[in-house]
């Protein structure tokens, strides 16, 4: 199993611009999220889903949207980049509701300039 | 949510016993207690999870006292691999979404 994986590794967008960062796992995993962490912090949920065609907010989700069309993948749209969204991203899944065990993939470092 | 308490940073000798304590005062009965590790510019990856009293797993020791107001995270013989920030977090019973904090950030020396 490949797990969570997530492209782009890295990514540099200029302020105003559009773009998908993508998250598929191979677990067969009910829910998937989206966190951001910025430097020096703990992550801070995005957006998240508790399965194929279910998405809902998590504690930061201005300015990104989610859509789940199927169990492996969960994109995450940032609409009209900003610098304050300078970050490094992680999705992340697990297995049903019991989300104590969540796997985690090697993350996008984004530059919005 | 109960809110978790734990030291910014701690500093270790490798080949000693390293505890990590976190306090969570308002932690309800049907919180559960989950401790994750995060090396450098890696997704976080679940250590051990508890209720109450200790469990144990192949990584780390995990000991709740009976008020379950604070946990205990316990690394036997870290080396410098083991230099990583851990995160303690309550987590409710059924819960989808996890809360992290800054976490204490464990540096071992050689």
């Known amino acids: 199993n490949a797990g969570v994986t997530q492209t782009p590794k890295f990514q540099v967008l200029k302020t105003g611009q559009s773009m998908t960062l993508q998250c598929a796992q191979d677990?067969?995993?009910?829910?998937m999220s989206w966190y951001r962490q910025d430097p020096g912090m703990g992550l801070r949920l995005i957006h998240y889903?508790?399965?194929?065609?279910?998405?809902d907010q998590g504690e930061v989700p201005n300015g990104y949207n989610v859509s789940r069309s199927t169990t492996e993948d969960f994109p995450l749209r940032l609409l009209s980049a900003a610098p304050s969204q300078t970050s490094v991203y992680f999705c992340?899944?697990?297995?049903?509701?019991?989300?104590?065990?969540?796997?985690f993939g090697p993350g996008t470092r984004l530059t919005v300039t | 949510l109960a809110k978790t308490t734990q030291p910014i940073s701690m500093d270790s000798y490798e080949g000693q016993e390293v505890n990590i304590t976190c306090s969570h005062n308002?932690?309800?009965?049907?919180?559960?207690i989950t401790w994750y590790q995060q090396f450098p510019s890696q997704g976080p990856r679940f250590i051990i999870q508890?209720?109450?009293t200790k469990v144990t797993n192949e990584v780390a020791s995990l000991f709740i006292p009976a008020d379950r107001k604070s946990s205990t995270l316990s690394l036997p013989r870290v080396s410098l691999s083991d230099t990583a920030v851990y995160y303690c977090?309550?987590?409710?019973?059924?819960?989808?979404?996890?809360?992290f904090g800054t976490g204490t950030r464990l540096t071992v020396i050689p």
């Open positions: 992340a899944s697990s297995r049903g509701t019991s989300s104590y065990e969540q796997y």
């Open positions: 677990m067969n995993h009910e829910y």
């Open positions: 977090l309550v987590v409710p019973l059924g819960a989808n979404n996890l809360f």
């Open positions: 308002n932690i309800a009965t049907n919180d559960y």
């Open positions: 508890g209720y109450k």
């Open positions: 889903s508790v399965g194929a065609g279910i998405t």
